[in-house]
């Protein structure tokens, strides 16, 4: 019983941080929903915990500190703020929570790579600690540091409760995106629920930050898709937030960026629309991100990372072999393909792109193959080039994980045309 309180604690201790600060009405002259205002809220809390990370401070109080601050909404509340969408926000992400609860097993990746790290700011260390903990030292952190603060400030001292709040950033993924459908009560929890089966793999919740990733990167392109479609420059500020947040959580993340980026220029290109600067300014920033963590990484820890531990390229004389080009190629096309069909969201998104590609639908699937396209493009190359002689085992392993976390995305036109057709 007592496991089961502190999940609803948790729960909505996550969501309760997340209401500050309070946009709707009250900041800015646009009004965003319920939950654009909660994920907005979430891509700032994700960049605080970021700059807290690389200081010694007493995680408790800053828990209590970010439960206090919420307070000061009730003063411009005009009405109240459970809602459809809270509710089931809330439940969805206790429903997944004891999911989580009920296996506590840690997979591979977990147990000697990030438990390390959780475990190092769990202890009270920063950053700068990471040096004397176990794993990969180049590997990002920003992830480990959430998963240890909401376990140090759960009533359980059990490592799950601080994966609560991967399970609440996927829950509000999911809902934002269905949010864009205005149907009955009963239908969007339908679509919500099947939306979940789709994408939910119980492996990847053993620990993993793919999730991170996949949710984070369903709120860029929400963001994006939003700004395109009213102009409204305030939505470029949580994509830009949450660009730096996501290039702290993996480092496959850096190259998912850029592919974004190639993809909002590869819409515009397609709708024959001029670049604005927004997207050049999105650019930049990028570069400017990526280059500030390989500066903090570097002056650190003297590394910066390049793939796996010790992953090296290949030599010419080898790559351009064609005996070489023929053995690598055909296992990472078979792999890539097995992953595609495992992951099941991408065999919806073929099915409905089959379908419904037709003249009038090519310019909204186009962009999308586009970017997976880049994502292949990416898994192809870095097998391929890779110096290892177990580079087989990794690709077994990872190339499957590499799809998973853009394959949120693909959500988005799935629905789109589902509603088009009236099918939703």
């Given at each position: 019983?007592?496991?089961?309180?502190?999940?609803?604690?948790?729960?909505?201790?996550?969501?309760?941080?997340?209401?500050?600060?309070?946009?709707?009405?009250?900041?800015?002259?646009?009004?965003?929903?319920?939950?654009?205002?909660?994920?907005?809220?979430?891509?700032?809390?994700?960049?605080?915990?970021?700059?807290?990370?690389?200081?010694?401070?007493?995680?408790?109080?800053?828990?209590?500190?970010?439960?206090?601050?919420?307070?000061?909404?009730?003063?411009?509340?005009?009405?109240?703020?459970?809602?459809?969408?809270?509710?089931?926000?809330?439940?969805?992400?206790?429903?997944?929570?004891?999911?989580?609860?009920?296996?506590?097993?840690?997979?591979?990746?977990?147990?000697?790579?990030?438990?390390?790290?959780?475990?190092?700011?769990?202890?009270?260390?920063?950053?700068?600690?990471?040096?004397?903990?176990?794993?990969?030292?180049?590997?990002?952190?920003?992830?480990?540091?959430?998963?240890?603060?909401?376990?140090?400030?759960?009533?359980?001292?059990?490592?799950?409760?601080?994966?609560?709040?991967?399970?609440?950033?996927?829950?509000?993924?999911?809902?934002?995106?269905?949010?864009?459908?205005?149907?009955?009560?009963?239908?969007?929890?339908?679509?919500?629920?099947?939306?979940?089966?789709?994408?939910?793999d119980s492996f990847l919740l053993s620990g993993y930050q793919e999730y991170l990733v996949?949710?984070?990167?369903?709120?860029?392109?929400?963001?994006?898709?939003?700004?395109?479609?009213?102009?409204?420059?305030?939505?470029?500020?949580?994509?830009?937030?949450?660009?730096?947040?996501?290039?702290?959580?993996?480092?496959?993340?850096?190259?998912?960026?850029?592919?974004?980026l190639f993809f909002a220029f590869f819409h515009h290109l397609i709708k024959k629309e001029?670049?604005?600067?927004?997207?050049?300014?999105?650019?930049?920033?990028?570069?400017?991100?990526?280059?500030?963590?390989?500066?903090?990484?570097?002056?650190?820890?003297?590394?910066?990372?390049?793939?796996?531990?010790?992953?090296?390229?290949?030599?010419?004389?080898?790559?351009?072999?064609?005996?070489?080009?023929?053995?690598?190629?055909?296992?990472?096309?078979?792999?890539?393909?097995?992953?595609?069909?495992?992951?099941?969201?991408?065999?919806?998104?073929?099915?409905?792109?089959?379908?419904?590609?037709?003249?009038?639908?090519?310019k909204i699937f186009l962009p999308y193959i586009f970017f997976l396209l880049l994502n292949?493009?990416?898994?192809?190359?870095?097998?391929?080039?890779?110096?290892?002689?177990?580079?087989?085992?990794?690709?077994?392993?990872?190339?499957?994980?590499?799809?998973?976390?853009?394959?949120?995305?693909?959500?988005?036109?799935?629905?789109?045309?589902?509603?088009?057709?009236?099918?939703?």
């Open positions: 019983m007592i496991e089961i309180f502190n999940i609803i604690f948790l729960v909505f201790s996550i969501f309760w941080i997340s209401s500050f600060p309070l946009f709707k009405n009250n900041l800015l002259i646009y009004k965003f929903s319920t939950l654009e205002n909660i994920s907005i809220n979430l891509a700032i809390l994700l960049n605080v915990f970021l700059f807290f990370s690389f200081y010694k401070l007493n995680q408790q109080y800053i828990f209590l500190i970010l439960m206090i601050l919420p307070v000061l909404n009730l003063f411009f509340l005009k009405k109240e703020i459970i809602e459809e969408n809270i509710i089931l926000l809330l439940f969805f992400s206790f429903i997944l929570s004891i999911a989580i609860s009920s296996n506590l097993y840690l997979e591979w990746d977990a147990q000697a790579l990030w438990i390390y790290k959780v475990i190092n700011f769990l202890d009270g260390n920063n950053f700068n600690n990471l040096s004397n903990v176990p794993g990969e030292i180049t590997y990002p952190h920003l992830g480990t540091y959430v998963w240890a603060f909401f376990w140090k400030n759960s009533f359980i001292d059990i490592e799950y409760t601080g994966r609560i709040f991967y399970m609440f950033v996927y829950s509000l993924s999911i809902l934002i995106i269905v949010d864009l459908q205005k149907k009955d009560l009963l239908k969007k929890i339908l679509i919500i629920s099947g939306i979940f089966i789709l994408s939910l996949f949710s984070i990167f369903i709120f860029i392109f929400y963001f994006y898709f939003r700004f395109y479609e009213t102009k409204e420059k305030i939505f470029i500020v949580p994509i830009i937030l949450f660009i730096n947040s996501i290039l702290w959580i993996k480092n496959e993340a850096s190259f998912f960026v850029l592919f974004f001029k670049i604005n600067k927004e997207l050049v300014l999105l650019s930049i920033l990028y570069l400017f991100f990526v280059f500030i963590k390989n500066i903090i990484f570097h002056s650190n820890f003297g590394e910066v990372n390049m793939g796996w531990q010790d992953y090296t390229t290949n030599n010419f004389g080898n790559i351009f072999q064609f005996s070489y080009f023929i053995e690598r190629t055909s296992s990472i096309f078979v792999s890539i393909l097995v992953a595609l069909i495992k992951c099941k969201i991408y065999l919806v998104f073929f099915l409905v792109l089959f379908f419904n590609l037709n003249k009038k639908n090519f292949i493009t990416l898994i192809y190359l870095i097998y391929y080039l890779a110096n290892d002689p177990n580079w087989a085992n990794y690709l077994a392993t990872t190339v499957d994980r590499l799809l998973f976390q853009t394959s949120g995305i693909y959500l988005l036109p799935i629905l789109f045309i589902l509603k088009k057709n009236n099918y939703l």
